[in-house]
């Protein structure tokens, strides 16, 4: 008898443990906006690119960069050559990953067909810009494949970053074997290949996505979750589920915690805040502006009257709770480059026809700061303000057409240089653009930036082009980025890099 209930308290631990201790429950509120690579933009979209697939290089747990796919790198005296060899690893389907798989990735990437917002990240690569607007051939670009296991990047210039922004989904390889078959694999679970520490099992559109561990991965001995629940559901409903244990990670880098609960919740022992690189702001279409200020000194007098009558300072003391620091820079304090504005003492007349519309993000936290954007602009300036609130899917197609006129976003750090965030606005038809802005002398600034060698000389061509895109105006900064989240205690090793993102190869829950 004795015998007997001991193996049944043995089996009934047992299934307690795998139960709870392998699987992980996360809220990404909205449906993942695409599942190709290289085209993903935001930032939850990307953090489920890192789970599904993975680049030559990564960043480490200390947050280091270090190879991943990449056995081994030789890079050449004038820094502008890169020779990787690849490790021998899979696909989920079992096939061989191959150099064949990096170029076939990057070259349909830079095809004009294709279409890409993080495009204009490969221009760093030998004559991929020339290719994708048609002046040189496909083949032509700085990328080689002489064995299945050697990869030879060229690059336009030297880059100190280049290792940095190989962990960009843009540059990770995709199956060639699956794409050249079927161009729908990323809608269809069934067929979907990755090579990333984590695979599909389930996509439930609008409701759960169901990451499993890939037992393939090459470093697979190394990932102890075997599964992940990515729920799409409100902010609201996330922390009540948190609440009732049905969720282990609330807030971000994947959500917000709803405004209401904040100042509870920062009493907390599981809450935690931490400072990332990424700067909140409006995105002004000067096409729009065009319309009712045909002179170009009024549209900057008119972007500069909308900066000036918003209160930075109401918005984070009283919607943010003191969560968000105010900005009056794009970039953020890391730089130690700030920027000061100058309140304008010009008078302009604004037509009457004018109605501003704002669009965002649907969400709490966005819709009160519209408000108090609203009631700013209709108690100073006498204009209508219509707020449009819309699924992430829906607002990144209006960006990408620039058919809005003013849209509430932010800027997230791909990695960690100012250039990252000024290069955003280099070009007006940028990917990630989206304004219509574009200036030559904000763009001859950026180049010598990059090209400079002398760190001091370098900060100052980042000054003034940071002074450039805030004097003209195509966005307003607002606050600068936190993130605020609950984590339960027997959550370990997630991994949350300065850029946002969430790593979940090392994770794992304590029984």
Known sequence: MFKRTFLILIIILTSCQKKHINSLKINIVNEITCLDPRKVRDLNSISVMKMLFEGLTRFSKEGNIELALAKDVKISKDLKKYIFHLKKSYWTDGQKLTSYDFAY??????????SSTMRYKLFI???????????????????ATPDPYTLIIELERPSPYFLELLTMPIFFPIAKHIDEKNKEWIENESIYVGNGPFKIKKWKHQNKLILVKNEKYW???????????????????????????????????FSNLPLGALENLFKSKIFYKK????????????DWVKKFFPIKETQIIFRKILSNTINRESISKHILLNSQPPANSFLPPFTGILYHEKKIDKFLKIPK????????VHSDRNHLIAQEIQRAWEDNLKIKIILKPLESKIFFNKLYSSSYQIALGSWIADYNDPLNFLE?????????????????KYINFLNLADQCIDLEKRKKFIIKAQEILLEEKPIIPLYYLNMCFLKRKNV????????????FRWAYLEN
């Open 105 to 114: 990735s990057l070259k349909k990437a830079l095809s004009p067909s294709f």
């Open 125 to 143: 690569i030998k004559n991929a810009k020339k290719a994708f607007e048609k002046k040189v051939e496909l083949e032509k670009i700085g990328i």
């Open 219 to 253: 470093d697979n001995k190394k990932v102890k979750l075997k599964k992940i629940i990515l729920f799409m559901v409100s902010q609201e409903t996330e922390l009540n589920m948190f609440e009732a244990g049905q969720l282990d990670w609330a807030g971000s880098p």
């Open 275 to 286: 400072p990332f690189l990424g700067t909140s702001f409006l995105r002004i279409n000067v």
């Open 353 to 360: 026809n004018m109605n501003i519309e704002i669009i965002y």
């Open 424 to 440: 955003v606005f280099k070009f007006k038809d940028n990917g990630t653009n989206n304004t219509c802005w574009e200036n030559i």
């Open 492 to 503: 370990k090793d997630v991994i949350i890099s300065q850029l946002g993102y969430a790593d």
